[in-house]
């Protein structure tokens, strides 16, 4: 399984709108994204390059495996 690399917000965004998120809000640079049936908000800083261990949190907060994230990032790309 390939290492989870920084990505730029807008890549992740896109990850998780194809995932089933709406955008919700914005407080400052964190933009929050949730799902119907999902606990909890995922919160996606915008920087220019998000770090793997926030992408992995985001992940696991939302239910996403990581192949079906590196599915969604090749249709991002």
């Known amino acids: 399984m390939p290492r989870l690399v920084p990505v730029d917000w807008k890549t992740l965004e896109c990850v998780f709108l194809r995932a089933g998120f709406q955008f919700e809000n914005q407080e400052g640079s964190h933009r929050v994204y949730r799902r119907k049936g999902t606990p909890r908000a995922v919160v996606i800083p915008a920087y220019r390059k998000i770090p793997g261990f ?7 907060n939302a239910g996403i495996t ?3 994230y590196f599915r969604l990032l090749a249709e991002c790309r």
């Open 54 to 60: 926030i992408i992995q949190n985001n992940l696991k």
């Open 66 to 68: 990581r192949e079906d």
